[in-house]
């Protein structure tokens, strides 16, 4: 089996990169590095910054790159470090940037990386393999009440209060090891017909807790904009409502010229509009692109463009 499924919007999304000769660009979450081969696709005479966390994406991809490698910077490193990285290669703007957010196939299908709930394994979901707090961590020895809430907010469940007292009196008794004993505990205590979608939104909301995926998303689309060029493009995939409603207010905020309240005679704010939006509404992926990868079912496409 392909390690990697065909990248989500492979061509659509490096499309509205609007690549160019000798342009600049980062590919803030390279995985299976399609997008960036779609970007060296289009021109051989660009430069590329690639993240990661994960140092297996980085291996892999360094090795499909192999013949960029004069063209192509890999980071194993949170995409919030953007500007960082950039200042330690002297680079100090970029012509576009690509988030495809969230896990990629190959990591899910990792039987050993505790992603998913299909197989049995250590509650990790750390993409950064040496990463601080792992799944683990999250379900055992957090406070009820702080694992109620990542439950509810990043899962987004409804019986989010059962399963959170369910998860504590489990680990009372002893500690929450492995993917199918947390699966096992949610499935007790949710209705049967709901029951697996319950167990992704709790795996879900346990994977975001602890890739810190929403704050570095925040922090990653405003390091972006700080270095964009003016045309220079924002294209972002992401694969659920709250990744996806972090996006679209941040498009909706650069894109406004004003914040004063309505009232006001004059404007007395100085906001700066600084994107105009691309994509007025989400792009979807087609049918084709849904067989090919299964994951782009829930897959939104938004750009913005810095005026
Ligand atoms: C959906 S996959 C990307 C697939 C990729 N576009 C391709 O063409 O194969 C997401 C990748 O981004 C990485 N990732 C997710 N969030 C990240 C972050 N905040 N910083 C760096 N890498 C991240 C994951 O480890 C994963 O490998």
Known sequence: MEKYHEAVFRKKAVEFLNIKKNGIYVDATLGGAGHSSEMFEISTDIKVLAFDMDKDAIKFSKNKLEKFKNKIIFVNKNFSYLTSAMALNYWDAIDGIIFDLGVSSFQINEKNRGFSFMNNAKLDMRMLQNGNTSAFEVVNYYSEERLGKIIKEFGEEKYWKNITKNI?????????????????????????????????????????????????????????????????????????????????????????????????????????KRLDIITKRPRTPSKKEIEKNPKARSAKLRVAERC
Do not use: M
């Open 168 to 272: 504590v009196k489990g680990r009372k008794k002893s500690q929450i090891e492995t993917t199918f004993e947390l699966k096992n505990i949610v499935e007790k205590i949710v209705p049967q017909k709901n029951s697996i979608k319950s167990v992704a939104r709790v795996f879900q909301a346990i994977r975001i807790e602890v890739n810190n995926e929403l704050e570095s998303l925040k922090k990653g689309l405003e390091s972006a904009l700080s270095v964009l060029k003016k045309g220079g493009r924002i294209v972002v995939i992401s694969y659920h409502s709250l990744e996806d409603r972090i996006v679209k207010n941040f498009f909706k905020y650069e894109n406004l010229e004003c914040i004063c309240p309505p009232k006001f005679p004059k404007c007395v704010c100085d906001k700066e």
